[in-house]
């Protein structure tokens, strides 16, 4: 996206969509990973409220890479057509 970005010359509110998801991406991630190591250590067996604690994680970070897609389609789809 940064590379895109660059090439394409988006304005600064582009920049500002662009970086805010890269940043709501990466602390999901970091939420999801905390929460899977603490669920790891208070639950070293299998459980199903462990299991249900890590699918909700995991599925914060996939919703922040669904909306980080739609947003750089927003993005970047105009700087695109404009090429073509």
Known sequence: A???GFALGISRVDWLAIVLCIIVVSAAEVVNTAIESAVDLASPEWHE???AAKDAAAGAVLLASAG???VGLIV?????LDLL
């Open 68 to 70: 980080s897609v739609i």
């Open 76 to 80: 970047f789809a105009p700087y695109v």
């Open 49 to 51: 409220l462990a299991r």
């Open 2 to 4: 940064v590379a895109a």
